[in-house]
């Protein structure tokens, strides 16, 4: 039962991938996504003392919180490394779980280029509380004071109408950028379409060529004037990428929290979208990650693989499920896909059952194509990923193929991948669990404590103790390793 301040809160509805059969369609395609967004917000819901409603939960973007340790490229020619890896599915030994990682090229602080960045914010009455706009501000206080001299920040406000609080200002006058957030007020109705349309024209008067334009909407996402719908200010953000201005946004507060609005203009803006419940949380992003969440090294990034079905009978990739793209939009170069920063890791985990396996949930086709042959009969799948290097408009296309012979190695699955797999095991649990079986919150917390590896900043740890604080909310299953379906 959702309460009261539950129920205001908009997410988008999300239809859980579903097993696919090779044979039938053996191609998946999917844009990255590097938002975290989705486990904050879940974190908290936990921390208040429900479990989240099972649209809040983005698998990917709790999968993605977390970094991992992949290797990353030599240089910036390259702008990411791609790494990947097999092993049995904790929660079914009769399928496997395969792991692709991507890591962006690790920029140093003073390769990144000149920002100029402009904070459009909410000010409007759904703001007054303590974790919507003191939260806020104490939030772009952290980021101001990690910019440089050459930077540009402008800040501009909506409630019942626009308007601009600090022209462009250089970095160098910070005291006049924090002065400008600390006369913020909030009171009236929420114009945020009217505040889009000033912020970018901002943007562009301050634009910085060869830097980092972005604009950062800090909101509850709660617009109430002018043309509110979705869909229409989806159009206009999307329209507005071919000026080289992109859109992050970092979404606050509870009660009324518009997540289905906030996520997707983050994803049609060429940014990305944080939930701060915390001002940890807004150090994690503004300022430990500060290179990844300004400075793009890859935009439209697309992920293609194809399986062989001559060895692998289904198979289902776990989240993404409002970034997946048409088989012909790997190829076209026009089809919008996902950024990736400097530094950030991206996952993706795919559960796959072979060939003659009793992973099977899927009767087989009655007139199923022949399967596969060399040249492929050595692989079990393929990789293809297309990505372009900033300011390009043509795509580059890395290839990776995975052979046959990492399917039931006998080499322990690496730390990382398993408390990947923990998390993406929580994400379903919390979607209620459908290709779970017994595998309940208990082994995911003992999975989770088991694989944390070094945990500098004790994100990791922190995980384990909501996975305890699920269990103990939900007493259908607290402590039974049973799920809902």
């Known amino acids: 039962m959702l309460n009261r301040e539950e129920d205001r809160e908009n997410y988008a509805l999300l239809d859980t991938n579903p097993v696919k059969q090779a044979a039938a369609e053996p191609v998946s395609t999917f844009s ?51 790494a990947t890896e097999v092993a049995r599915t904790p929660w079914n030994a009769q399928t496997y779980l395969l792991r692709i990682g991507l890591k962006g090229y690790e920029a140093p602080r003073a390769a990144r280029p000149p920002a100029n960045l402009v904070f459009l ?12 706009l003191p939260l806020l501000v104490a939030s772009l206080k952290m980021l101001t004071n990690q910019l440089r001299d050459d930077d540009r920040i402008s800040v501009v406000v909506y409630a019942g109408a626009a308007g601009v609080v600090l022209e462009p200002t250089a970095g160098s006058d910070r005291s006049a950028v924090l002065t400008a957030l ?52 989806k159009d206009y953000v999307a329209r507005q990428r071919a000026t080289g201005v992109s859109l992050s946004v970092l979404g606050f507060g509870t009660g009324n929290l518009n997540d289905e609005m906030t996520e997707q203009l983050a994803n049609v803006g060429n940014g990305a979208y944080a939930y701060i419940d915390t001002l940890q949380e807004a150090r994690k992003v503004l300022v430990e990650q500060l290179g990844s969440t300004l400075f793009t090294i890859a935009g439209d990034t697309k992920i293609q693989v194809e399986f062989n079905p001559g060895v692998v009978a289904e198979y289902r990739l776990i ?35 072979l060939v003659g396996s009793k992973g099977l949930r899927l009767d087989p086709l009655r007139y199923a194509p022949p399967a596969a042959s060399a040249p492929s009969g050595g692989e079990f799948a393929f990789v293809k990923l297309r990505y372009k ?6 795509s580059t296309l890395m290839e990776v193929p995975l052979a046959r012979t990492l399917l039931g190695g006998t080499a322990s699955p690496s730390a990382d991948f398993r408390f990947a797999a923990a998390v993406a095991a929580f994400g379903q649990k919390l979607r209620h669990g459908a290709y779970l079986g017994e595998f309940g919150w208990d082994r995911i917390a003992a999975l989770a404590s088991e694989s944390r590896g070094r945990d500098e900043h004790g994100y990791r740890a922190e995980f384990v103790n909501l996975v305890k604080t699920a269990a103990g909310l939900d007493p259908g299953t607290a402590g039974s390793g049973t799920t809902r379906d």
Do not use: C, W
């Open 32 to 82: 990255v996504d590097v938002d975290t967004g989705a486990y904050a917000n879940v974190r908290r819901f936990l921390n208040d003392g429900q479990l989240p409603p099972a649209d809040a939960v983005r698998v990917e973007e709790m999968i993605n919180y977390f970094s991992y340790d992949y290797r990353p490229p030599t240089d910036r020619t390259q702008p990411f490394s791609v």
């Open 121 to 132: 914010l909410d000010v409007s009455g759904s703001m007054d509380s303590p974790d919507k």
């Open 182 to 233: 600390e006369q913020l007020r909030a009171g009236g109705s929420t114009a945020g379409g009217e505040g889009i349309a000033l912020a970018y024209a901002m943007a562009q008067r301050a634009f910085i060529k060869g830097g980092i334009n972005r604009i950062i909407l800090a909101t509850d996402g709660d617009f109430n004037v002018g043309d509110t719908r979705v869909e229409t200010l």
């Open 319 to 353: 989240g993404y499920e409002n970034r997946m793209l048409k088989t012909e939009d790997f190829n076209n170069d026009k089809v919008d896909a996902g950024e990736i920063g400097a530094g950030h890791t991206v996952t993706a985990l795919y559960e796959i059952a």
């Open 389 to 394: 290097l900033p300011g390009e408009t043509a």
